[in-house]
C-alpha cells in the first residue's frame, strides 16, 4: 500500500461508511449464535461485499481442550399471559431467548417461570443478552419494567429451537500479498441483534478486505469471521502449522460508538504492532487510551495464550464492558453511528499503511553528514537529517517517527526522496536487527 493508494482509499471513505451501515442494518436482524443457521445467513449476506470461504467443523470435534458444540438453531419463542396475550415474542427481538435454549413447549406458574426470566433491574428499560452455550437451559430476557408487571397465573411458554448434531461455521478471506508474512484481522460472527458488539467489527473487516483487494499489499492478509471463543479455539487449532506467517494482528470489536479509540495491547506489549496502532493513535489528534494485555475480554485471549502467544491487539472504541447498553437491546442500529464506523475505519487503514511501510534503511553516507544543500531536496532538512542519522539498521522507520515526533507519513515522503537522491538503501535482511525479532 504506497501513499496514493491509502489517499485513494481515504477519499472513498464516505461511500465506505455507507457500505458499512448498510451492510450493518441488513445482518442486524438475524438471531447468530456460535453455530446455526444464523451464521450462515450472515454469511450470505457478507457474500454479497466478499467471497468469503466458509468451513464447517462438525459437532463433537475435540479442538484443544474443548468440544465443538452440538448446532443450534430456532424458528420462534413467545410468552403468552394468564390473559392469552402474547407479551413476549422472538419475533420483535431475538434478544429475548437466552441464546443456545432447548425447546421448551408447556404451561407453568408465575412462580416457576421466575427463575427463568431475566432482566436489569439498574435498566429497566432494556433488554438484557444471555446465553447458555455449553450448559442445557432455556429461558427468556425482558424489561425489568414489563417483568415488574407479570401478574399471578399460568403462563404459556414455547421455544420452538433445535440442538443437534450439525457443525460450527466460520468463514475466511485470504489476499495474496507480495510476502507470505501474515497480519490477520478477527471478528467475530456470533452475537443476535446487537451493533457495537459486534456487527461493527464485521461490517469493518468485510469493508477492509473488499478494499485492500485493490491495493498492492506487501503482507499478505487474512480475515476471519469466527464464532467468539470456540471459534478462535478451533481456527488456531485447524492452522497450527502455519501460525508462524502470522506477522500481526488485530481484533475488531466495540468500533462504531461515540467514544474514543482504545487500544488494548498485545500480551508481549512491545511488538511492531504494538507499535504502528499507537504511532497512529499519537498523530491522529483525537484522545485515546492505551490498555495493557488482560487474559479477558475477546478473541485476543485465545491469540495471546501463552501456548501461541501471538502478537494479537485490539483496537476498538469504548471498549466492550464499559458503555452502557454493552450486552443489551440498547446496543441497536441507532447507537452505532456511520461517522463513527468510518472513523474506526480510516485509523486501521493507518495502521496497515504504517505496518506496510515500516523498513529499516541504511544511510549510505554515514560518515558525517552528506551535503543536502547541492541535492537540490524538497523535503524539510529536518526530517531528512532525522532519518539519515537513524537509518543504522537499529531503526525502522517507525522507531525514526516516534523518536523524532514527525508523522509517519511525512517520514514516508521523506525516506522516497532519500532513495532517490541514492542516500539510503533498504536493509532486506534485518532478522537479527529488529527488536521484536520473535514475529
Ligand atoms: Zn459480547
Known amino acids: 500500500m504506497n501513499l496514493e493508494e491509502k489517499e485513494r482509499i481515504f477519499s472513498n471513505l464516505s461511500m465506505t461508511g455507507t457500505e458499512m451501515f448498510q451492510l450493518m442494518n441488513d445482518l442486524f436482524p438475524i438471531c447468530r449464535s456460535i453455530t446455526g443457521n444464523g451464521v450462515r445467513k450472515s454469511f450470505e449476506l457478507i457474500k454479497n461485499y466478499l467471497d468469503v470461504e466458509l468451513f464447517e467443523v462438525a459437532s463433537g470435534t475435540k479442538v484443544n481442550d474443548w468440544t465443538i458444540p452440538k448446532e443450534w438453531n430456532i424458528t420462534d419463542a413467545y410468552v403468552i399471559d394468564p390473559d392469552g396475550n402474547k407479551i413476549i415474542d422472538f419475533k420483535s427481538s431475538n434478544l429475548h431467548v437466552v441464546n443456545y435454549s432447548i425447546p421448551v413447549k408447556k404451561k407453568l406458574s408465575?412462580?416457576?417461570?421466575?427463575?427463568?426470566?431475566?432482566?436489569?433491574?439498574?435498566?429497566?428499560?432494556?433488554?438484557?443478552?444471555?446465553?447458555?452455550?455449553?450448559?442445557?437451559?432455556?429461558?427468556?430476557?425482558?424489561?425489568?419494567?414489563?417483568?415488574?408487571?407479570?401478574?399471578?397465573g399460568d403462563y404459556e411458554v414455547c421455544i420452538d429451537s433445535s440442538l443437534e448434531n450439525g457443525a460450527l461455521t466460520y468463514g475466511e478471506y485470504f489476499i495474496q500479498g507480495i510476502t507470505d508474512q501474515e497480519i490477520i484481522l478477527s471478528c467475530y460472527i456470533c452475537h443476535p441483534s446487537l451493533c457495537n458488539d459486534n456487527l461493527s467489527g464485521v461490517v469493518i473487516t468485510t469493508l477492509l478486505a473488499k478494499i485492500l483487494c485493490n491495493v498492492n499489499c506487501h503482507y499478505s492478509y487474512r480475515f476471519l469471521f469466527i464464532p467468539e471463543t470456540i471459534g478462535a479455539i478451533t481456527w488456531l487449532h485447524q492452522n497450527k502449522q502455519n501460525l508462524e506467517k502470522i506477522k500481526h494482528g488485530l481484533v475488531v470489536t466495540c468500533a462504531g460508538d461515540s467514544g474514543i479509540l482504545t487500544y488494548k495491547k498485545t500480551r508481549h506489549g512491545n511488538t511492531e504492532i504494538d507499535k504502528a496502532v499507537q504511532n497512529t493513535l499519537r498523530f491522529s489528534g483525537n484522545d485515546y487510551s492505551i490498555e495493557e494485555f488482560f487474559p479477558w475480554g475477546s478473541d485476543e485471549r485465545q491469540f495471546c495464550s501463552p501456548g501461541y502467544n501471538l502478537p494479537f491487539g485490539s483496537l476498538m472504541r469504548t471498549r466492550y464492558g464499559k458503555y452502557n447498553v454493552y450486552h443489551t437491546s440498547g446496543d441497536n442500529t441507532d447507537f452505532v453511528k456511520k461517522p463513527f464506523l468510518i472513523d474506526t475505519f480510516s485509523k486501521y487503514i493507518s495502521v496497515l499503511f504504517t505496518l506496510e511501510n515500516n523498513r529499516f534503511y541504511k544511510n549510505l553516507y554515514p560518515d558525517g553528514e552528506p551535503q543536502l544543500k547541492k541535492r537540490n531536496l524538497l523535503n524539510p532538512i529536518y526530517t531528512l537529517l532525522w532519518i539519515l542519522n537513524f537509518s543504522d539498521g537499529e531503526n525502522s522507520l517507525l522507531d525514526i517517527s516516534d523518536k523524532s515526533n514527525i508523522p509517519f507519513e511525512e517520514i514516508i515522503t521523506a525516506t522516497n526522496e532519500l532513495i532517490q537522491a541514492k542516500l539510503l538503501e533498504e536493509i532486506t535482511d534485518v532478522g537479527n536487527k529488529k527488536p521484536d525479532k520473535k514475529f
Do not use: A, M, R, V
Open 110 to 152: 408465575l412462580e416457576e417461570l421466575k427463575p427463568h426470566l431475566h432482566s436489569i433491574p439498574e435498566q429497566p428499560e432494556l433488554i438484557p443478552y444471555k446465553t447458555s452455550y455449553y450448559k442445557e437451559d432455556w429461558g427468556f430476557c425482558l424489561s425489568h419494567n414489563q417483568l415488574l408487571n407479570l401478574k399471578d
